[in-house]
Structures are given as C-alpha cells and as structure tokens.
C-alpha cells in the first residue's frame, strides 16, 4: 500500500508533463483513501541497546518537524542520553500515565491530541494490568489504525521469534517481546548499525527493559547479535520485496540470498551432500531444500536408501519437496526455477546406469536447462561412503 | 611526529545507493573522533553540492585536492603525497569505489588508500555494495546496469570494520523528490534508471546480507570444516592456520567471455566458505604467446583479471583440456572444480563430447561445479 502511496505522490510531482492515465489515477486515489485510513509505522531496529536508536528516530522526528510534520513524543525510555535529551527538548512530549507506579504510554490522550506522527521509544513494553492492551505494540496497533503514524523503536532482543537464539548468547531471559510479524508488517524498517564497541560505549545499561544492556555483554557476544540483527533485516526486506512485487503483479524477482537444492535419489546415500548443503546454506546465510521425486516402482532397499535421506534432510532441517513428473531433469527444474533457486546439488552416480537410464544424458540435460542457475555435481562415492 | 610501523585501520561505511547517508554517518563520526582528541582530517571530502553534507564537514580539516589535467579539463584527485606529508592520526577518504582520472599516480582511489594504511593512517571511507566485484553479475541481473567502477573483494575483507548505512527505499526516494540528493532533472533521470524501488529493496537487501558476512567472518568462530567430513584420505598440504576450512576451489579460465563470470563466483563462494581458490588456463602449448592474438588478448585479460581477485594462475600445458585439469585438480587436492556452462549455441556442437561432460566423468572423486552465465 505505501508504495502505491509514494507511486502516487512521485507521479503528483515528477510527471507533471504526462498526462496521467486512468490506472495511475487510481491508484492515486486508493493510495489517499488507504492514506487516510491508517497511519504508517516505521520501525528502527538495533541489535543491542547503545547502538543509537533513539537518536537515530528523535533526529528524524527533528527534521520532519522541520519540514511542518505534526509530532509528538508518546513514549520515552526512562533513562536518556544527553543527545537524546537534547532533542527531546524540541519536541512536544505527552506525558506518560503512572499506573501501579509504572509509566505507560497514555493513549487516550494521544488520541485526543491526534497528532499526525507519534514518536514511540522502545516498542517491547508490558502495560501494568488495567491497561487497554496488554502490550505496547498493541498500543501502537491503536494509534496506527486511528490513522496516527508512528515512528518506534526495537531492540533484537525483544523480537519473539529470535529470543531463544538470542538467549543463547545473552543468557539474559527476556519476557516482554514484539511478533516478528509486527515488524514484517511495519511500512518500513531502518537498521541501525555500528560496531560493538559503540555499543559498549554508548549503552547505558538498565536503561533497556530487564535491564538487559549492552554493558554487561562481550563484544563478541554483541558481534553475533548484531549478525543476527542483520539477517533479520534482510529476512523483513526480502518479505516486503516479495509482497511488493506480488501487490504490483511483477513477475517473480528473488531477494539476494542463495537458494540450495539437494537433489537425492534412492539409488545413493546422500548424507554427505545435505551435510554439505546445509554447511554452504549457513555459509551464504540461504535457504536449503531437499527435493526427490516419487519414483513408482523401487524395491525395498533402494525405499531404505531413500527414506535415510530423508531423514538426514529433515536433521539437516531442509525444506523436503516430493516431486511428480515424467522427465526428471525437467521437474527438478520446473521446481527449481519457481522457488529462485541459485545452486542445484546432485550426484553423478555413473557406477549405477540410473542416470543413464533415467535420463539418457543425464548431467547434460540437466545442466543444459540450468540457466541462471549453478549445478554442483558430487562424486558417487563421495555420497555413498557416508 | 615519528614514522608509524603499525598499519592503519581502514573502516567502510556501506551502502546500496546515493543519498542513504554514507558520508554524513561517516562526517558524524570524524566530529566524534575530533571531539576525543583525535588528529583527523578530511583527505578527499565529496559533498555533491549537499547541503546537509556541506555543514556537516564544517570544523573539520579540509585538504585541498591535487589538480590532474586531463583533456583540457582539470579534476582534483586524492593528493597522497600532502596527507603523507600532514601524517593525520585519521583521514576521512570519500567514495572508495572512484576510478582516478588518467594522468593520476595511481589507477583507483582504494589503491590510494592502501598506500596511506601503510604509512599507518586510519582511514575512514564510503562504498555501495554494488562496487563489489564478486556481487556485480547478480546487481546486473537484479538492475540491469553493468557496474564499472569495483573494488575487489580482499580489499574490503582487508577492512577492520564495516558499517551498513541504511535508509528504507521509500525514504531514499522522498529525499530524491526533494532534490536532496541530485538536481531535479537529474532526480528525475535517477528514477527512471536506477532508482526504481523494486531495484532499491533488492540492493538494500544485498547490502544488509553483504554486512552480516563481514560481521560473520570478523567474530570468531568455532572451526568448521567442509571437506573434513566429504573427503577421505590425509592432506599433505593444508592451507595455512588462518583459512577455516580445508575447501580448495579451482577455477578454468578460458578465453570465452564467461570467465569472467566464472572467476567473481568461484571467488565468491570460496570467501564464503573460507576456502583457498586457484585457477588454471590450459594451453596446447604451455604458453600465452603461441596462441592466436585475439584468443591471448581474452586470456590474458581474464588472468589478469584472477590476479586483481588475488587467484594466481597457473598455465599448463595440455592437449586435452579435461584431463590436464582434473589432474592438476588432483595433485592440489582441489575439492572443487569451477567450470563455466556453455553458452546456448555451442551446446549442439559438444553435446555428448563436451568439456563439462568430460570433467564430470574424470572428476569422479572431485565436485565439479558448472556455473552458468546469470541472464536477465
């Protein structure tokens, strides 16, 4: 939606001499409805607390100000830093509502105030009991549907879906968290990047909810999480590339990561080259999937064969497919081509005449239909001395 | 102040397009270093007539640029000598991708940073993702623009530390309708071009990727091996304590125009996997100069081009290309060989007796990776 918003905003200011057709009209006209309906929500997101969130979000806030934006400042951390602080003071702040001794976004009054963008410091909030919402993000979920804009932020940390890997270099546990589908849906996400040793001299700690600051952290422990930080973002921008083309009905583009797939047989043991998939899938930080295709007369051993590798592919955590299709090569790249695979894997199992069989010059065939896409072929022994 | 036997430390500020902000983030940080102490200086400083840029630079040191003529006009270029001479604990470098202007001491400015690194001076610079060399047939195939001016990928693995400047597309784009970044006409023919959205969510995404590698392979991690567990037998030669795995990728260069290719992605995969990369050219006679000229021009250039990537080439000499380079394959306990795919035209001709065939067939203990040309 917010594409077709800014579509139509650029095409008011750039296309001046062109004469607007009926589509680009409509969709000027959905995108100012959809505009009015509901507020835009970006979120900054940081992998650790001192990497210079909040001044990242108030400096923006600053400026959009500046150029006659209507905000204000709904939620702040409890403890700032001096820059912060100084840029808080050119901003309306709405005080916080103490409930139960805690200080709580107070939404009512937002809402009453109804500004045009709403600054949120720190999305991952519990609210005391009696609150509209139990959480903050609910809040926020609020004020976005009242058609009030908010600018947030959020820390690595609280996002559900990363606590368990998170806590595994923290060891800190965390109980308030955001749905990772919270910041898939936001209008846009902003990193907010910088080595750990920023962090470390930056954050002040305790100023994070459960006091889980960057001070008491490695600065390896902040490198991992600021990696993990970053594949997050990536995930979120690749998500959003792909609803954006499907809402623009382009044709399938796929985001930069690489895409493996492990093609197995039941005619060899494959162990060996999904343990290599998976190394190379976490190597390029992709996606692996192991596909075979469901062969219609195979004797007891050769199910064996096969269902051991499946069993490795489920280890290895794969993405399994089952294929159907009169020519193997052409379905394993029917296949391959409709997810954006980069990297096929397969073995050249010349000992057997399976190949030869199957697929008359079976490599070959394979490889001559694998535009775009790199083939990795693993020797059969290799894959059968497992 | 007395000759420094250290190395600088070189720090890039990343992004994918103009206008996210590379320069500012890196001017913000100058001030913060200024702030502690520290003796900085601007040694190139490109503001592209910003004015948010042009403020932001203001208290710092500026040094002049040395005037280069080249065809009747005059460009200011990165002057070496005079940062040499001012010995600056930092120096801000702007741009790192920029290919010098003929005429200039050296060809691009990262060749020029490296010389200031090794009279120990920290530098600070900027690049876009898509100046990667390993990345620049996947931008091609994402944008359609074939980028020219690239840095090879060890000299930003040489980085002590590297930074994503990010800025959503929609916002980038805000910034160019108000003529924050370029003119209006030149906005304009940006929007057209490169500065289409869908073109901008997919650099961004491959600069976020780009970022969590370099911040991958600078922490450390625990050993992890690919061939440990794929190849039986000892190794006689491991690679040097440093390299992480025992993965060694050999490459074929050829004087077909999908060597080039075939050199970014063998590169590439092998800095992902953290493996050695070799590469060979096999030749009838053992040797460039008996070849036809236009044939030894397109080798030599693809050689030349492996070198740049930091491959050292070997030529030897074979009548029977397939057998020549699975042997050597096999006495440098190569674990995977790189070959390019045919192009489309000349699969009717080898097909059945082809080169691809043929390595898969002698290769049978040794990967054999076909890469094929990306298309658009």
């Known amino acids: ?386 | 102040m007395p000759e420094s036997t250290h190395r600088g430390t070189l720090k890039i500020f990343l992004g994918y397009a103009a206008g996210v902000g590379k320069t500012y983030q890196m001017l913000d940080e100058a001030h913060k270093l200024k702030d502690e102490g520290v003796d900085i200086v601007l040694g190139y400083f490109e503001p592209h007539g910003r004015r948010d840029t042009i403020i932001k630079a203001e208290g710092l040191e500026i040094l002049p640029r040395r005037k280069i003529e080249y065809r009747g006009a005059v460009f200011g270029e990165t002057d070496v000598e005079a940062i040499l001479r001012r010995r600056p604990q930092v120096c801000v470098i702007d741009e790192f991708a920029h290919t010098n202007v003929p005429g200039s001491q050296r060809n691009k400015r990262w060749e020029d940073v490296q010389v200031l690194l090794d009279a120990g001076i920290d530098v600070l610079t900027t690049m876009n993702v898509q100046h990667l060399e390993s990345l620049n047939d996947q931008v091609w195939q994402f944008t359609g623009i074939r980028v020219r001016e690239t840095i090879p990928d060890w000299v930003v693995k040489q980085a002590d530390e590297v930074v994503m400047v990010d800025l959503p597309p929609q916002a980038l784009l805000n910034r160019l309708l108000r003529g924050v970044v370029y003119t209006p006409e030149k906005a304009r023919q940006a929007m057209e071009n490169f500065f289409k959205e869908s073109t901008l969510v997919a650099l961004r995404e491959l600069a976020i990727r780009q970022t969590a590698h370099e911040v991958d392979v600078r922490h450390p991690l625990e050993e992890e091996t690919e061939t440990a567990e794929l190849v039986e037998g000892d190794h006689e030669s491991l690679p040097s304590p440093r390299q992480r795995s025992s993965d060694r990728i050999l490459i074929l260069v050829t004087e077909d125009p999908s060597s080039a290719a075939l050199i970014r992605r063998g590169r590439r995969v092998a800095d992902y996997l953290q493996a050695e990369c070799l590469a060979v050219c096999v030749l009838r006679d053992g040797s460039v100069h008996r070849i036809p000229e236009s044939q030894r021009e397109a080798v030599e250039k693809h050689m030349k081009f492996a070198r740049n990537l930091h491959i050292e080439p070997s030529v030897l000499r074979g009548e029977d290309v397939a057998q020549t380079l699975v042997d050597f394959a096999r006495l440098h306990k190569v674990t995977q060989i790189f070959i390019a795919r045919p192009q489309q035209k000349k699969w009717s001709m080898v097909f059945g007796r082809g080169l691809v065939e043929r390595v898969v067939r002698l290769a049978h203990d040794i990967q054999v990776t076909i890469v094929a040309e990306r298309r658009r």
């Open chain 1, 1 to 386: 939606m917010l594409e077709v918003c800014l579509l139509a905003v650029i095409e008011r200011n750039m296309s001046t001499n062109h004469r607007p057709d009926p589509e680009q009209l409509l969709r000027q006209l959905q995108a100012e409805e959809q505009f009015y309906r509901r507020g835009r929500l970006k979120i900054f997101l940081g992998y650790a607390g001192g990497v210079g969130k909040s001044f990242r979000m108030l400096d923006e806030a600053r400026r959009r100000r500046a150029r006659g934006e209507d905000m204000v400042v709904g939620a702040i951390q409890p403890k700032v830093s001096p820059e912060v602080d100084a840029l808080l003071q050119r901003m309306q702040v709405i005080p916080q509502r103490i409930m139960d001794g805690v200080p709580t976004m107070d939404v009512e009054a937002i809402l009453r105030r109804h500004p045009q963008v709403c600054v949120v410091d720190g999305l991952a909030y519990d609210n005391p009991p009696g609150s509209a919402h139990p959480k903050r993000w609910q809040d926020v979920e609020h004020l976005l549907s009242s058609g009030i804009s908010v600018i947030a932020t959020v820390n690595l940390q609280h996002i559900e879906e990363r606590r368990e890997q998170v806590e595994k270099i923290t060891h800190k546990h965390v109980t308030e968290t955001v749905p990772e589908s919270f910041l898939r849906n936001a209008d846009e996400i902003e990193i907010v990047d910088a080595p750990p040793d920023f962090c470390l001299q930056h954050g002040p700690d305790g100023l994070l909810p459960n006091g889980a600051g960057s001070a008491t952290l490695s600065p390896q422990q902040l490198s991992e999480l600021r990696e993990i930080a970053l594949l997050l973002a990536a995930d979120v921008v690749d998500y959003q590339l792909e609803a954006y083309l499907a809402r623009h009905g382009i044709e399938q583009l796929w985001g930069a990561h690489e895409r493996i797939l492990v093609y197995v047989s039941p005619y060899a043991d494959a162990a060996k080259m999904i343990a290599s998939g998976r190394r190379n899938a976490d190597r390029f930080h992709g996606e692996l999937f192991v596909a075979y295709v469901n062969w219609p007369d195979i004797t007891p051993e050769e199910k064996t064969v096969l269902e051991g590798n499946l069993a490795q592919a489920r280890a290895a955590n794969a993405r399994i497919e089952a294929l159907d299709g009169e020519d193997q090569a052409d379905t394993i790249m029917q296949f391959a081509r409709s997810h954006g695979i980069t990297q096929i894997f397969l073995v050249n199992e010349l000992s057997n005449s399976w190949w030869d069989r199957i697929f008359g010059q079976p490599v070959e065939h394979l490889i001559r239909a694998a535009e775009n896409i790199d083939v990795r072929v693993f020797p059969a022994e290799d894959a059968a001395h497992a």
